[in-house]
């Protein structure tokens, strides 16, 4: 049987263990410390490593927190989307559902680029501009892109539709390589440190920075770095004994993201010149610790980074349209599943398809969206949180927040105090063009809703429901 024959009546398969969930967490918020060298220099290294140390209790672990509650208690796919339905309605679920998939958009153009920029320290002619096959306006086709379509788009998506399992497998491989050569530089840096009696915390803030500067700085680039962990929900309806192994899952990941961003960055502060460092300055570091061999496997354990992040985030950025199409928000052809391994076929060929149109162009300035489609979906889940404990107060919690409405506050506050702060960050950098551009995108998200919704009511009931049945008994 094909992989890709499909149905519109297979149920979603629990098949994502413990440690493949892990890896899947890792890439989907993480991938390791590749491209945090900027911040050491930008913040100082003492700061920048306090900052990813501390980031994770007011951010980070409130996400986490909200999210392994939900999708514990509702672990079906859908994540925000999902969740909304069940709290607030079907006019939130769509905006939910909707503002997730615009945002894969744009986020997802972010890691085929990103591959083919290290790939072409490699394979030089696979530079960007290097081999132009035609351009017009903003879109370009070159090498560079097809780098990115051939080794990245396409290879992902056949993987992501041999199903749930493969992805997780994957992701631990791919985990291996990308952060085997940074552990490497970890334990060389760390071992010339304590041989020279270095402290890397040294100075605290770089040099000409006031400490507001610096710090503002530093936290916009380490809660970006901390904001994926609401994705498992999206996936929720394909892990095994998700009660179990989303919060144990969550917590492993917590640590390894935090440890394998800090301790690389600790390592190569061994070398003096952090004053200079930019995007890809491991590769310059491992030069100096082992050699060119070094450097190059920092190279490649940045292609693998690239690829991890980008098949795990179809994986859970699929899901999106998938649920819209089963309850006939969308056409219910992507709705459609693999026969054999259950995953949605049609909605990752036509995400990829979408992802490889947006990364054609130069969408620069539309990553202020992603940061505040993003951080409204957080809200969202909040939200969902709330009205879930106001509506639903006997639904079975396997992993319920503790401490009844003190422990929301305790991790809503922070949460929605750094998202606050996160929005004022893009109304400096970008100024009204960052209010304009969320404006149209929220607006013509509403506007969506009216004929969506017409459409559903033309059509006949789903033919796929969400199996939560692990969450559907209230406790007596």
Not at 274 to 295: K, R
Not at 448 to 453: E, G, M, N, Q, V
Request: with cysteine.
């Amino acid at each position: 049987m094909s992989m890709f024959e499909t149905t519109t009546t297979t149920k979603v398969v629990r098949q994502v263990a413990f440690l493949p969930l892990v890896g899947i967490i890792f890439f989907s918020v993480s991938g390791g410390a590749y491209s945090l060298e900027a911040l050491v220099s930008a913040s100082g290294p003492g700061l920048a490593l306090l900052l990813l140390v501390l980031v994770p209790a007011i951010y980070g672990i409130p996400i986490a927190a909200i999210t392994t509650e939900l999708s514990t208690a509702i672990p079906a796919e859908g994540g925000t989307y999902e969740w909304m339905k069940r709290s607030v309605g079907g006019f939130w679920a769509f905006q939910a559902g909707i503002l997730r998939w615009i945002n894969s958009w744009v986020d997802m153009a972010i890691y085929p680029v990103l591959f083919a920029s290290y790939f072409s320290t490699l394979v030089p002619v696979v530079g960007e501009g290097e081999v132009v096959f035609f351009s017009f306006g903003p879109f370009q086709l070159d090498l560079h892109w097809v780098a990115g379509v051939v080794l990245v788009i396409i290879p992902m998506a056949l993987l992501n539709i041999r199903g749930a399992k493969s992805v997780g497998d994957s992701a631990l491989l791919f985990s291996v390589f990308a952060l085997l050569p940074l552990l490497i530089v970890a334990g060389l840096g760390i071992w010339r440190l304590i041989q020279d009696g270095t402290n890397p915390f040294v100075p605290f803030m770089a040099d000409g920075e006031s400490p507001g500067a610096a710090i503002t700085i530093g936290l916009s680039v380490v809660m970006w770095c901390y904001c994926g962990f609401d994705r498992v929900g999206l996936i929720a309806g394909e892990i095994k004994n998700p009660g179990k192994t989303i919060p144990k899952a969550m917590v492993v990941s917590m640590i390894v993201i935090i440890a394998t961003y800090a301790l690389p960055l600790i390592g190569a502060l061994a070398i003096p010149g952090w004053e200079e460092w930019y995007a890809g300055s491991f590769s310059d570091v491992a030069a100096v610790l082992g050699g060119p061999w070094l450097a190059m496997f920092v190279t490649i354990g940045a292609l693998f980074c690239s690829i991890g992040l980008y098949s795990s985030l179809l994986m859970s950025s699929a899901r999106t349209p998938f649920v819209l199409s089963r309850d006939r928000w969308l056409t219910p052809v992507l709705a459609r599943q693999s026969r054999r391994t259950g995953s949605p076929v049609v909605s990752i060929i036509v995400c990829s398809v979408i992802y490889a149109f947006f990364t054609l162009g130069s969408f620069v300035d539309l990553v202020v969206l992603d940061v505040f489609l993003i951080n409204i979906l957080l809200l969202m889940n909040l939200v969902a949180l709330i009205a879930l404990r106001i509506k639903q107060p006997t639904l079975a919690r396997p992993t319920k927040l503790p401490w009844g409405w003190w422990g929301i506050a305790l991790v809503g506050v922070p949460l929605v105090a750094s998202i606050l702060f996160l929005m004022y960050l893009q109304w400096l950098d970008y100024g009204l063009f960052a209010f304009v551009i969320l404006a149209a995108t929220l607006g013509a998200s509403v506007i969506a809703y009216f004929p969506a919704r017409w459409y559903q009511r033309r059509h006949q009931e789903p033919a796929l429901e969400p199996d939560d049945s692990l969450a559907a008994a209230p406790r007596g």
